[in-house]
């Protein structure tokens, strides 16, 4: 206390001169130290910063882990966050982009030289379909047609010739009947045009002349059922009158007659040459003919080869029943054959050619082929033709189709028919999904399926050939279960099929789950319990069964740094 005293007793003038010379100690301390550093060399004195600024990062770093491990603060306080299950609506939604085009475009070109003459039309005219655009002089164009035309008909009668000596290669009758007198036909042997295979007697009906008295007209008519009498046979047939022929026969006896052709169809049992008579009622009188008369084959001819060749096969056999169509002679054709397809190939050459010949001169008197707006006009009267270059281009935009894509995870939810919203540049209207594609593209492994939109146009406000956004609703229900997706986990259950669980706080429900494998830390008193998921937005989620309203279900801890 007396020290202290005794300081307090010292005069002000002691003290200035102890501080005065302190003061002029220190500096000529620094001023020696400022001294050494300017005259230091700048190489040491870099280095001695790079030590200082190491030292310090140093010092940080053991601050940091002091307080970390050491220190009072740095100790993580786990919150679990819950949610609960509850009642509202959620809507499913398909976004992407596309691009639009016109519903069509049409462009009008002259491939032949000559001169435009007329142009009806301007550029940003709105036209219909068949309205004129223009006239164009092309003697060019006409000459085209009339030689295409002819190259046409010119193959075709080629076609035809060889199509007459092709039929011939596989032999066939043109009606039904039985085969006699064949000659014998080995294959490998070579036959000529013209030469006579087998007689072919259509035996399926045969006919029957008949003469009757002239007082018997007109009792007698076509279609009429007689009764034939076969006595070989010992049995009578029924046939039909084919045709009456109003003749005048004169029997020795001094009676006038006409005749009757009569058919009989045959089941197999009739041939040519037998006798028959047809006799018929009358007004209950039964009519006789004036005498019996044979039977005769329906018809008679002879196959005869068509072109010759070298035979291939052959079915001819007498007495065989064939049909209409049924081949019995196959004869080489091979060159045939390969000279009928390079026609046909010329020939539909030749027709696109005329096809394009006559676009061509129709277009030099051209109409409007669809409705739409003149979007391009490239001449004036008396100029001439570009022939490389369309001369008038029309685009429809009354609708516009939009080309856009939707990834393998939504493409079951997008279906022809539905509602689509727009939007362009802020420009918004409405559409419809034309199709969609079973064909996708994979990219970054993710498969994209391409669509097709439609939206009206008629104002032209959507811009073609521009990117336009899109949105659809999938799917949506106005009063379902919901959770946000983050509480809904995918794990394994014991025989490794995978399920969709929630962790439901409280008491063990009936329903909780055994077994299974997750791949986090669940806290306890949650317990998982098995749901069935449907629709879902960027949130939540609709849960179809598995919990109830109200339950609280685990969603997530949160974990919070405390210092001290």
Known sequence: MSEVMERKDLTM???????TAVSAEQTDQRAGLTHKWKGMPRKKRRKIIRWIVIVLILALLGFGVYKLFGGKGGKGEEQVITDTVQYGSITSKVEGSGMTRAKENAAITITTPGTMTEVLVTEGQQVTAGDPLFVVDSPEAVKAVEKARQDVEGIQKQISALQKNMAGLHLAPSYPGKLM????????????????????NDDTRLRLEQYYSYAYEGDLYAGQEVQVSIPSMMSALTGKVEKVNMVSRITPEGSKLFSVTILVNNEGALTAGMTASATVTVNGETVYPYEPGQLEYYRTGQLVALVGGTVISSKLVNYLHVEPGQVLVNIDGEDSEAEMYG???RLEAAQQELDKAQKNLNNCRATAPISGTV?????????EIDTQAPICTISDTSTVLINADVDERNVSLVKAGNAVDLNQWDHTASGVVESVSLSSTVNNGVARYPIVISADNPDGTLQVNS?????????ENDNCLVLPLQCVRTVSLEDGTPASVVYVKGEKPANALEGIMADEQIPEGFWPVQVEIGIQDTFNVEIKSGVEEGMEVFTQIQTTEVWG
Do not use: F, R
């Open 13 to 19: 003038d002691e003290v200035p001169e102890v501080s």
């Open 181 to 200: 007198n064949v000659k014998t036909l080995n294959p490998g042997d070579v036959i000529s045009a013209g030469t006579p295979l087998a007689d072919l």
């Open 343 to 345: 026609l046909q190939e």
């Open 375 to 383: 979007i391009g006009l490239t001449t004036t009267a008396g100029s």
């Open 467 to 475: 990117y336009i956004s899109y949105s659809l609703i999938a799917s």
